[in-house]
Nanobody, 126 residues
Framework: QVQLVESGGGLVPPGGSVILSCQPSGRREITYVMGWFRQAPGKEREFVGA????????VEGDSVRDRLIMSRDNTKNTVYLQLKFLKPEDTALYYC???????????????????WGQGIQVTVSS
C-alpha cells in the first residue's frame, strides 16, 4: 500500500502561481506513473496532469493547458505540480495519485490510479 501526502496549497491571488508537492509517507520510493486531479465542490474529479516514471513525458488537462508544469525528482521521491496564471475557477481540492508499478503509461482516468493522497486545498481569491 502506498500512501501519498500532498503539500504546498493555500490561498493564492488571481494571476499568481502555486507549487504542489507529493511524496509517499514513510521510506518508500514512488517510481510510479503519477497524476494530479482536482475536485471543486459539486463537481466531478477533473484530470490536471500526469507524468511518466522517469519524468520524460507529461500530459496536461485541457483546463490547465499552457499553464501547467509537472516535474519529479526521484532522488527525493517527490513529484511537483506548478500551476501558473491562476484563475478563481482553479479553486479546488488537489489530489496526487499513483498507478500501480507495472503500468508505464499516463492516464487521464481517475479509476486507473490505485493510490491517492488526502488532497490539499488551493483557493484562488483576492
Amino acid at each position: 500500500q502506498v500512501q501519498l501526502v500532498e503539500s504546498g496549497g493555500g490561498l493564492v491571488p488571481p494571476g499568481g502561481s502555486v507549487i504542489l508537492s507529493c511524496q509517499p509517507s514513510g521510506r518508500r520510493e514512488i517510481t510510479y506513473v503519477m497524476g494530479w486531479f482536482r475536485q471543486a465542490p459539486g463537481k466531478e474529479r477533473e484530470f490536471v496532469g500526469a507524468i511518466t516514471k522517469t519524468g520524460s513525458d507529461t500530459v496536461e488537462g485541457d483546463s490547465v493547458r499552457d499553464r501547467l508544469i509537472m516535474s519529479r525528482d526521484n532522488t527525493k521521491n517527490t513529484v511537483y505540480l506548478q500551476l501558473k496564471f491562476l484563475k478563481p475557477e482553479d479553486t479546488a481540492l488537489y489530489y496526487c495519485a499513483a498507478r500501480s508499478s507495472h503500468f508505464a503509461f499516463t492516464s487521464e482516468v481517475p479509476q486507473q490510479y490505485d493510490y491517492w493522497g488526502q488532497g490539499i486545498q488551493v483557493t484562488v481569491s483576492s
